[in-house]
């Protein structure tokens, strides 16, 4: 005996027990034909429900070594919606995080991420990108210290200043507008500061060194006549 099979959607197989991929989802009617050696022939028609499989998307930040690399996933699937996701980095078997959003602070070189999503209707799918993450410039600042009502200088003691393209100076994380390498500040009451400067290398990777200074009241001076 032999067999044909109508897919619904143009195409015919002629093997006992066909695998078939579908190029949309949809609602088809399967028709198979079983013909005897005596020329009878059996058919039965069943309807059969294609489901859309979820279209893995995701965009990551610029990955810098030593800095946080974020992850969105923006997968989408027709008629259903996205309900599981499991993030993993390399070939490791374990996910490192489960959220519509991950990360994770990389060192330099080249990491390929996956993501794998499960949606309402039961369809799964997966995809991966290799992301490539650059060095970080170092970072390193000078300070001279002084007493209240004084000038305070910082100085930007960066290595390799000609990898650097920009520079950004914070005063208890309030950007200042001096962006120069040398940064002149007065401050006006006695207490504790966080000084931070932020330098960017020429592949726009940031880097950031922070610092605590402690600026002292001047001492009371009475005269007495």
Same mark, same amino acid.
Do not use: L
């Given at each position: 005996q032999s067999y044909l099979w109508d897919f619904g959607d143009g195409f015919q197989s002629t093997v006992f027990a066909p695998n078939y991929t579908y190029a949309s989802s949809g609602l088809y009617q399967v028709t198979q034909q079983v013909i005897a050696d005596n020329g009878c022939v059996r058919t039965e028609t069943e309807q059969v429900e294609v489901l859309d499989i979820p279209t893995i998307n995701f965009? %990551?930040? /610029?990955?810098?070594? *030593?800095n946080l690399l974020e992850l969105t996933d923006e997968s989408v699937v027709d008629r259903a919606d996205i309900v599981q996701r499991y993030w993993y980095l390399d070939e490791a078997m374990n996910p490192f995080d489960s959220g519509i959003s991950a990360s994770f602070t990389p060192e330099q070189g080249t990491y390929e991420v996956t993501l794998s999503v499960l949606a309402t209707n039961?369809?799964?799918?997966? *995809?991966?990108?290799?992301?490539?993450?650059?060095?970080?410039?170092e970072a390193a600042l000078d300070i001279a210290n002084t007493c209240n009502g004084e000038i305070w200088t910082f100085t930007d003691e960066s290595p390799n200043p000609s990898r650097l393209i920009d520079r950004a100076w914070y005063i208890n994380g309030?950007?200042? +507008? %001096? /962006?120069?390498? +040398?940064f002149i500040h007065l401050f006006d009451s006695p207490g504790t500061y966080t000084v931070a400067l932020e330098v960017t290398g020429v592949n726009f990777c940031p880097t950031t060194v922070i610092s605590e200074v402690e600026v002292l009241g001047l001492p009371d001076v009475r005269i007495q006549s």
């Open positions: 965009q %990551n930040t /610029t990955g810098c070594a *030593g039961g369809c799964s799918s997966e *995809g991966f990108r290799s992301i490539h993450v650059d060095e970080s410039p309030i950007v200042q +507008e %001096n /962006t120069s390498k +040398e």
